[in-house]
């Protein structure tokens, strides 16, 4: 499911999220000569407090731990008149059997979803389904 969202929605949405769901981000920087990868549990360290976007009202702070650590944080910055692209979807893994003679097909995971915005922030959402995350969306 895809969706638009602004600053202010997009911050709603992930705050209800990893309140209630354990919630995991990979997010990829493009570099010259490949990229840079951060993976972690996601927690929301402060979202918009207002749905107007004014400067210092249009950032989305994240906080990323991986293990033990304290974390590393990122910053998501919503321009003003502008929707992220979001999309919704299942999910999906190829089962190995034990003979190894599988049709290599794709099975759909139920119980877990992902969400990316655009193509470069990925995050993995333990234990909800994609109809439990459209319906966050629908009642905010």
């Known amino acids: 499911m895809k969706y638009d969202l602004n600053v202010y929605e997009l911050g709603q949405l992930l705050s209800n999220i990893t309140k209630e769901y354990n919630t995991e981000l990979l997010s990829k920087i493009k570099l010259s000569g490949g990229w840079m990868t951060m993976t972690g549990k996601v927690s929301v360290v402060s979202v918009p ?3 107007v976007v004014l400067k210092g009202n249009n950032i989305i702070t994240l906080n990323i731990r991986d293990n033990e650590c304290e974390g590393s944080l990122i910053k998501i910055t919503g321009a ?3 929707k992220f692209n979001i999309d919704i979807a299942p999910t999906k893994y190829k089962e ?6 599988n049709l290599n097909k794709v099975k759909i995971n139920e119980n877990e ?6 193509e470069d ?8 389904s994609v109809k439990n995350i459209s319906n966050i ?4």
Not at 96 to 101: I, K, M, P, Y
Not at 121 to 128: D, G
Request: hydrophobic letters at 40%; a positive charge.
């Open 49 to 51: 407090e207002d749905k």
């Open 137 to 140: 969306i629908d009642n905010m």
């Open 113 to 118: 979803c992902k969400l990316r915005i655009g």
């Open 96 to 101: 190995f059997g034990a003979t190894g003679l």
């Open 80 to 82: 003003k008149d502008s």
């Open 121 to 128: 922030m990925i995050f993995t959402i333990r234990n909800a």
